[in-house]
Each structure stands twice: as structure tokens, then as C-alpha cells.
């Protein structure tokens, strides 16, 4: 079955850097991939979606690769700012018959620090 | 003022009893999802819904149960047959399956 890490935990970076987070899959590579940020207490909110065939994506300070050899998707926030702050979730779809159904990662808390 | 609203935002149950969460969206949405959520855990998918009258079991369904007759409302018991159902319980909703989805705000349910 497909399975889907974040590799880090928790990621501190100093505010007006850029933070980089990792998502690795190990299976059938996914038509999709998404990611969403989620606040404490709260429910997660959908920030970028990248298809299979697009190797980039962009929305004002966020940028998404996909690389289907390596089977890995990088999540970028440049500039960043203690509002960033937030853990961060990728998503793909789990193929097959699934019906368009996600399997999300664990997440990776990330801290800016002012 | 578009969106999907869950209630209530925090639940108590002693144990044994059934509870049943609910799950409205006005945004037209075909396509509902229950998700559980633990402390480090990622989202795990309990069922969905692509249409009206109709829906499929998720990873971990045993202990839950759904219905859906009507397109805004998607609402979750969580009975008595679930093991451990102290969690963080979610539902998004999304146009078709495969485009984003949309969540809510979140029950967080405390079985004692």
C-alpha cells in the first residue's frame, strides 16, 4: 500500500528565511499531490495542488516541486514570518479505485522565529 | 458566507453511549469525508460520500456509522462497538473527489 512521510517533525527557522519541507511517498506515483496547513485546534486548509505532469507550482510566497523519480514532493515558504508558523500536511491520492481519496502524512510543525 | 460547519466544537460522552456529530457545508458540494485525527498522527479516513444515498467505508470504518440524505448534511455516529473513540474528528467536504477539500472547524470528542 502507499505510504507517505514528512521527514521532519518540526522545522525551526529564523523569520525572512526560506523554510523547505519534505513529503516522500514510496509507491505508485499519485496523480496529485496537495498541501494544507493546519493551526491548533483546527481544521486543515487547503494551500496547493500539483499534478503529475507539472513540476512546479507557485501562489505568492509558496512553491511546490514534484518529482516523480524521486518520488518526492518539496513545499517552500520564502520570506518567512512567525505567522507562517503552523504545522503543514501533504496529501496524495491513493490511485487505484479509490475514488479521488486522499492519504494524508503526519505533518511537519514548523516555528518561525522573529 | 460560504463554508461547512461542525457542532458542537466539544463533546463528552460516558462510555457505552452513541454519539453522533454533525457535518453541514452550503458550498454545493457532491463529494463529504469523516477523518480521525490523533495527537501525531496523520488524518485517517473514516468514510465518504460522492453522491447522495450513497457512501463507502474508509481505513478505519468498524465502530462508525454515516448517512447522507440529504447533499448539505453528512453527520457521524461514533457507537458504542468503537474501541477508543476519544479523537479529534473531522469533516471536509470537496466539489468532486480528486480536487481539494474543504474542512471544518473540528469535534473534539472525550469519551470518559
Known amino acids: 500500500s502507499q505510504k507517505i512521510e514528512q521527514n521532519s517533525e518540526a522545522l525551526n527557522i529564523q523569520e525572512g528565511k526560506t523554510a523547505t519541507l519534505t513529503c516522500n511517498y514510496t509507491?505508485?506515483?499519485?496523480?496529485?499531490l496537495q498541501w494544507y496547513r493546519q493551526d491548533p485546534g483546527r481544521g486543515p486548509v487547503f494551500l496547493l495542488l500539483?499534478?503529475?505532469?507539472?513540476k512546479e507550482k507557485r501562489k505568492e510566497r509558496l512553491k511546490v516541486t514534484f518529482d516523480t523519480t524521486l518520488k518526492q514532493s518539496l513545499f517552500h515558504i520564502t520570506a518567512s514570518q512567525p505567522a507562517d508558523s503552523a504545522t503543514y500536511l501533504c496529501a496524495l491520492d491513493m490511485g487505484g479505485g479509490s475514488q479521488g481519496n486522499l492519504i494524508f502524512g503526519k505533518g511537519t510543525k514548523l516555528s518561525v522565529k522573529p | 458566507d460560504g463554508g461547512i460547519t461542525q457542532s458542537p466544537k466539544y463533546l463528552f460522552r460516558k462510555e457505552g453511549q452513541n454519539v453522533t456529530l454533525s457535518c453541514e457545508q452550503n458550498l454545493n458540494h457532491d463529494a463529504m469525508y469523516w477523518y480521525r485525527q490523533d495527537p501525531g498522527q496523520g488524518l485517517r479516513l473514516i468514510y465518504y460520500s460522492q453522491i447522495v444515498n450513497d457512501f463507502q467505508k474508509g481505513d478505519i470504518a468498524e465502530g462508525y456509522s454515516v448517512s447522507r440524505e440529504k447533499k448539505e448534511s453528512f453527520p457521524l455516529t461514533v457507537t458504542s462497538a468503537q474501541k477508543n473513540p476519544t479523537a479529534f474528528y473531522l469533516c471536509?467536504?470537496?466539489?468532486?473527489?480528486?480536487?481539494?477539500?474543504?474542512f471544518g472547524p473540528g469535534t473534539r470528542l472525550t469519551v470518559l
Open positions: 509507491n505508485y506515483s499519485p496523480a496529485y
Open positions: 500539483i499534478r503529475e505532469n507539472e
Open positions: 471536509a467536504s470537496s466539489k468532486r473527489s480528486g480536487t481539494e477539500q474543504f
